[in-house]
Nanobody, 126 residues
Framework: VQLQASGGGSVQAGDSLKLSCAASGRTFSTYFMAWFRQAPGKEREFVAGIGSGGTNTYYADSVKGRFTVSRDNAKDRLYLEMNSLKLEDTAVYFC????????????????????WGQGTLVTVSS
């Protein structure tokens, strides 16, 4: 599956932004999808994940209550709605995909994901 993230931009603290990830190739609905981010000088970190059916969602503590991950399997799209953005949310955001052997599994490790989008930059300023 090929992934392409979009929707990044420059916003002020407290603003909202919605990222999209377009998938093409194989059946999108079979993949567990996730968003990761990498801030300047820092390691890549898990942000949010969503099961193939869209029911199960997972969030990093740092974004819980502010970010919402969703997907539209009919449109082969993954989304990340980001509210109340903070300076520390500044990063390049990547969408990623994988298939887990066991239904209901999830992972916050980037090494567990097989496919990655190119990243979209989110810059939050004061």
């Amino acid at each position: 599956v090929q992934l392409q993230a979009s929707g990044g931009g420059s916003v002020q603290a407290g603003d909202s932004l919605k990222l999209s990830c377009a998938a093409s190739g194989r059946t999108f609905s079979t993949y567990f999808m996730a968003w990761f981010r990498q801030a300047p000088g820092k390691e890549r970190e898990f942000v949010a994940g969503i099961g193939s059916g869209g029911t199960n969602t997972y969030y990093a503590d740092s974004v819980k209550g502010r970010f919402t991950v969703s997907r539209d399997n009919a449109k082969d799209r993954l989304y990340l709605e980001m509210n109340s953005l903070k300076l520390e949310d500044t990063a390049v955001y990547f969408c990623a995909a994988t298939i887990f052997l066991h239904s209901g599994s999830h992972s916050e490790l980037g090494s567990d994901y097989d496919y990655w989008g190119q990243g979209t930059l989110v810059t939050v300023s004061s």
